[in-house]
């Protein structure tokens, strides 16, 4: 029988019973085991560990836990790709790319809308999604907790909020994002990028008064959806304020 002390930090208590919370953990073990999976034990999946110290020393994710260890375990935050002693993943491919559970449609669309490269369906499984993750680099954002136990998932985020805004608001915090919104520039309903296109190539799919008052026009180059600058301008500046404004 060997014992250890762990402590998790800050955000990683959301995952722990009460009992738990912000304390060292005196736990007891008899099998070999790796940080990580003693991490998972505690059921805090391994995508939302930022950086892991045992006995004030960096340690990845491969450390074999000994007798005596005192661990201390800190979330992935804003600085989530800087490279540092001790990194747990390789750096995320910038501008980070997502793939959204299909329980968080609304999460995906305004993801989209400010810019951001997010593959959702409504039927995707848990198999596809950890598949499209791995193979493509992307980050899984889920309210699935044992999505993220999944070993070939790199990067995830478990949202924590029920309301979109307020998630697309912890999403854009948890990954630095803000800096990288380009609104208009991604076609809400199938993640295709929009381009500009002339008023008299589209001109027959127009609504009259649509045709009356706007001469912008992007065109989605995936499902040919057509956007125009006007209302589509307005829902976005509505939706960054609300973003700014949510207290959570
Ligand atoms: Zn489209």
Redesign the pocket.
């Known amino acids: 029988m060997a014992q250890i002390g762990i402590r998790f930090h800050q955000s990683l208590n959301d995952f722990l019973a009460p009992a738990l919370s912000d304390t060292e953990i005196i736990h007891n073990f008899e099998r070999k085991a790796s940080v990580k999976d003693m991490i998972e034990s505690f059921n805090v999946p391994h995508t939302e560990v930022g950086r892991i110290s045992v006995n004030g020393v960096a340690a990845d994710f491969n450390y074999i836990v000994q007798d005596r260890d005192r661990i201390e375990v800190f979330p992935a935050g804003e600085n989530f790709s800087a490279t540092s002693a001790g990194q747990l993943r390789p750096p995320l491919l910038q501008p980070p790319q997502f793939v959204v559970d299909s329980n968080l449609g609304r999460l995906a669309r305004y993801l989209r809308l400010l810019g951001f490269d997010c593959l959702y369906r409504n039927d995707y499984n848990d198999d596809m999604i950890a598949r499209i993750a791995s193979e493509q680099q992307r980050i899984v954002l889920t309210r699935d907790r044992s999505l993220l136990h999944r070993k070939i998932i790199t990067y995830g985020y478990f949202v924590r909020a029920d309301k979109p805004k307020i998630q697309t608001r912890e999403v854009l915090k948890r990954f630095a994002l803000n800096s990288l919104i380009k609104p208009l520039t991604r ?1 809400t ?2 993640n ?1 990028k929009l381009a500009e296109t002339g008023k008299s190539c589209i001109e027959h799919r127009l609504e009259p008064l649509t045709k009356q008052y706007y001469d912008k026009f992007l065109i ?1 180059l ?2 040919g ?1 057509i956007y125009w600058q006007g209302s589509h301008s307005m829902r976005i500046e509505q939706l960054l304020g609300e973003l700014a404004g949510t207290q959570s």
Do not use: F, T
């Open positions: 076609c309903h199938c295709g989605c995936e499902c959806r």
